[in-house]
């Protein structure tokens, strides 16, 4: 998944000519706390946020370029990069939201928390059964019956808790990625996991061909 998968293509945007006030209104309106200053070719000239904004309109300050943070204060990312860029420029920075260029330095989106958040829910709400169907599909030469067996297999070793083949499937069938997680104490122990089950499966298969 890349940037402009997650981003919002909606933005407002506005010029450093214009009066704080108006900004302020703008802002106000389409309830944003951030937006971008760009030129007349769209290019990221500066940053604002409402705290920014804020602050002018205390001092009696008149235009956005007085109080806006200049391009080389600016986090920001291309659209092309990985989406998990985005994700961890924005904690490590702890950002409300972060521009995003084209190749030209030209404004083309803006990637907010918010849209981070929701793209982590629905990823959260993918059912584990079609994870394994794609390990399945990537497996070459391994059934789907065989999975199912060392994935019981690799949970009693890890939990000691006596699971069929059978029974395995019918929880991934029923449970998604975020509960999985959770069941499994972390992102982290669940992919150690995966990775346990598919060295277990892929051992089965040389055993089988060197016989």
Known sequence: MKVKEIMDKEFIYVSQDQSIEEV?????????????????????????????????????????????????????????????????????????SIPVLDNEGVVVGVVRSFDIVETLSELYDIKVYKIFKAMEHELKGISWEELMEASAIVTRRRTGEMVTAEEYEHRIKDSTFGEAI?????????????????????AKKIARARK
């Open 24 to 96: 302020s209104i703008i802002m106000e309106n389409r309830k944003k706390f951030t937006t971008p200053v760009v030129d007349d070719q769209m290019r990221l000239v500066g940053w604002i946020t409402s705290l920014n904004v804020t602050r002018g309109l205390r001092e009696g300050k008149q235009k956005i370029s007085e109080v806006m943070h200049s391009t080389d204060n600016i986090v920001h990312v291309h659209e092309n990069n990985p989406a998990r860029m985005a994700v961890l420029e924005t904690s490590h920075h702890k950002l409300v």
């Open 182 to 202: 959770w069941v499994t104490g972390g992102l982290e122990k669940f992919f150690v996991g995966l990775i346990a089950i598919g060295q277990l499966v892929l």
